[in-house]
């Protein structure tokens, strides 16, 4: 269990850290981060504890669906929002537009690393993969339907409220799936990559994160 919790962690610092890279650009984000960028907007609040705020109202939503949180899920709440506070603080704003292409490769990168490191420690799902693969345990709606349906109304009201849409919110969709699909494997410890090269005859349930990184 130290073990696992050694890889959340830092994963889940990581991964707000990468966040930052790419809320530097300026060239569009995902989904959620436009909701909080427009939040921020609109409030004065930090990127980061709306983050967080965002994280746990998602998480209320979990109790009608039937899920169950774990340490992770908790973890994720309360770190992901600090670590984009970090890299805000630690980033200088880039000043020329290939300074800014390079902050949000590195971003996404990095991103996909920390994917791999904390869903590698298998102690929960982050809130709003819960709530993905809750509408789709639920309903019976395919993940794919159920998480296009949410990230594109986060999506709206986001840009709506200010948040920033661009070419990387594209860039972001197209591609954090592929990456996630190699640095799973590659950084999610053992119990990954025993169900990746394994035999066998019919294919395992995935865990919540995967199927919704996959979708």
Known sequence: MLRRFARLIPGLLLYGVADAFMIRAALGVDPWTVFAQGLSMQTGLGIGILTNIIGLLV???WWPLRQKPGIGTLLNIMLV??????GLWLLPTPGSFW???AYFSIG???LAVASGIYIGANLGP???DGLMTGIHLRFGTPIWIGRTAVEVT???IGWLLGGNVGVGTIVFAALIGPLCSITLPLFGGRAIRRRDTSPRTTKPAASTEEESLSA
């Open 81 to 86: 929002g600090p670590g984009i506070e970090l």
């Open 99 to 101: 300074l800014r292409v």
């Open 154 to 156: 986060v999506l709206l």
């Open 59 to 61: 998480l209320l939503l």
């Open 108 to 110: 996404l990168l990095l």
């Open 126 to 128: 982050g809130p709003r």
